[in-house]
């Protein structure tokens, strides 16, 4: 199962908390792929670089491809 997390807020905080969220998944089992436009914070930063060190992706891709790849999706706007 792969859930992809859409980490869309313009709010620093709550983009940082998507990213926290998203490495929480990771903690319990889940595959999770998240979409982000610049990572606004050093929190977001730091998270983006563990996901992506345990191998998940952390892109901003095109929605529509990786909607179709998901199979549970989480947004943070």
């Known amino acids: 199962m792969i859930i992809l997390v859409i980490a869309r807020s313009t709010d620093p905080h709550r983009q940082s908390e998507a990213l926290r969220a998203a490495l929480g998944l990771t ?42 790849r998901a199979d549970a999706v989480e947004v943070w706007t």
């Open 27 to 68: 903690l319990r089992g889940a595959k999770v792929e998240v979409i982000t436009g610049r990572l606004l914070t050093p929190t977001a930063e730091r998270a983006a670089a563990t996901l992506r060190s345990f191998g998940y992706q952390v892109h901003d891709a095109d929605l529509v491809e990786a909607l179709g």
